[in-house]
T-cell receptor, first 113, second 116 residues
Framework: DQQVKQNSPSLSVQEGRISILNCDYT??????FLWYKKYPAEGPTFLIS?????DKNEDGRFTVFLNKSAKHLSLHIVPSQPGDSAVYFC????????????FGTGTRLQVTL | DVKVTQSSRYLVKRTGEKVFLECVQD?????MFWYRQDPGLGLRLIYF???????EKGDIPEGYSVSREKKERFSLILESASTNQTSMYLC???????????????FGPGTRLLVL
């Protein structure tokens, strides 16, 4: 049972345009969400997070939006750069429980010149 | 910076061999995790540990065991490797024992294991 879903396995975006990566979850206990970025042959690195008390969190070119009623979150990258080409994983956890994350299947972003 | 290191980047083993994957973190983190990453399946949690000598099963513990004798070190053991355990194995650590805002996990570079 996939509790965190990333339905788009890949996405191609031109440099300078907006990249939008989507993530859906089914577990209503999840209230803290994270995005990780992974380059080939490296471990994932933390990118940005959002708590369920917010509907938006911004950090430079990266913004995460949370729609609790739809159980949906999205990561916006503006403007996209070639160095953003990587696999992006969303992850979720219920706060106040043992600290473990449930990850989605990942979306491979390719930013073209 | 938090540093999580894994003993090998690449390993090739034969079916039936006992395999040890070692992970060390240098930030005195409470929690340590082992995941495997497979195409189309994302990261799946195998085991985690929130204290020395403590362990909890993750989502896919079958065929694996773990050991945490020291706070900084978490080992994943494949008792008898099988071809379906060919995968990328990722170790992670995090500071807080309970999930909360600001919490994140720090990952090692991964070990790509091939079982022939």
């Amino acid at each position: 049972d996939q509790q965190v879903k990333q339905n788009s396995p890949s996405l191609s975006v031109q440099e300078g345009r907006i990249s939008i990566l989507n993530c859906d979850y089914t577990n209503s206990m999840f209230d803290y969400f994270l995005w990780y970025k992974k380059y080939p042959a490296e471990g994932p690195t933390f990118l940005i997070s959002i708590s369920s008390i917010k509907d938006k969190n911004e950090d430079g070119r990266f913004t995460v939006f949370l729609n609790k009623s739809a159980k949906h979150l999205s990561l916006h990258i503006v403007p996209s750069q070639p160095g953003d080409s990587a696999v992006y994983f969303c992850a979720a956890t219920p706060t106040g429980t043992a600290s473990k994350l449930t990850f989605g299947t990942g979306t491979r972003l390719q930013v073209t010149l | 910076d938090v540093k999580v290191t894994q003993s090998s980047r690449y390993l090739v083993k034969r079916t039936g061999e006992k395999v040890f994957l070692e992970c060390v973190q240098d930030m005195d983190h409470e929690n340590m995790f082992w995941y495997r990453q497979d195409p189309g399946l994302g990261l799946r949690l195998i085991y985690f540990s929130y204290d020395v000598k403590m362990k909890e099963k993750g989502d896919i513990p079958e065929g694996y065991s773990v050991s945490r004798e020291k706070k900084e070190r978490f080992s994943l053991i494949l008792e008898s490797a099988s071809t379906n355990q060919t995968s990328m194995y990722l170790c992670a650590s995090s500071l807080w024992p309970v999930a909360g805002e600001g919490e994140t996990q720090y990952f090692g570079p991964g070990t790509r294991l091939l079982v022939l």
